[in-house]
């Protein structure tokens, strides 16, 4: 039930010496459901520019995700694709684990895609779609932005923290607000590429490297930590 969710969750995270999290939204957001907890800096996630390369750009739109999950609006996409004279291809699993699925009309279909062939299509589109209502981080909008693409994201905490003035953002639940932002885009490439410019020097900050070196912070921190508390409890004890 959801309430024995809640109460594992809340006991996971008050036991942990130190939580983390993507970002500092997720983590405000953690500690507004389940806190009071012993939280540490969010560590940003990385990804490698030399695995997401731009190549030449064509005009259509792409988004990816579980298709069954509202969290990544997805639909909301399919909904308005037949008003967009660009074509917009879609990847990801169709299935629910737990039965059920999700099929488009009016978008191609792509399917589950293996990563490289997810790194061909973002090297190809021109603008990335992102619509999510809930998104710890986003990993999509980061290699998309690697490869050279426009971003369209949904308009929430997290994802204006990590590309602020570098995407442009759409209400989730607002199909024609998403529908005009990509009919503008379509009828302008030079906003097109300025944005795509903006996004890859946003993402260039998002390094597997920086994401390695925050992490081992953390570590040294919660030992750190761990041996003043130590120190202390053998003190009183004796």
């Not at 996971?12 to 405000?28: F, I, K, Y």
């Amino acid at each position: 039930s959801w309430h024995r969710y809640t109460d594992v969750v809340t006991a996971g995270l008050r036991g942990a010496d130190l939580v983390t999290a993507p970002s500092a939204a997720m983590l405000a957001e953690l500690a507004r459901h389940y806190g009071p907890f012993r939280a540490g800096p969010h560590v940003y996630n990385g990804r490698s520019a030399a695995d997401f390369p731009p190549g030449e750009k064509r005009p259509y739109f792409f988004t990816a995700g579980r298709l069954w999950d509202s969290a990544k609006n997805v639909a909301a996409v399919a909904r308005v694709a037949p008003h967009l004279a660009w074509p917009v291809r879609v990847a990801g699993p169709t299935h629910h684990p737990d039965g059920g699925g999700a099929s488009f009309d009016g978008v191609h279909m792509l399917g589950k895609l293996e990563p490289a062939e997810l790194a061909a299509q973002l090297a190809r589109a021109a603008v990335c779609v992102q619509p999510a209502r809930y998104e710890p981080f986003g990993l999509l909008p980061l290699e998309a932005a690697l490869a050279g693409c426009a971003l369209v994201l949904g308009d929430i905490p997290s994802q204006r923290e990590i590309w602020d003035d570098a995407a442009l953002y759409v209400r989730p639940d607002d199909d024609d607000h998403l529908r005009d932002t990509l009919l503008r885009l379509q009828s302008d490439r030079d906003l097109v590429r300025a944005m795509a410019d903006a996004a890859r020097a946003r993402a260039a900050r998002y390094t597997p490297e920086r994401m390695a070196d925050e992490t081992w912070h953390l570590d040294e921190r919660m030992l750190d930590d761990w041996g003043a508390d130590h120190h202390a409890d053998r003190q009183a004890a004796g």
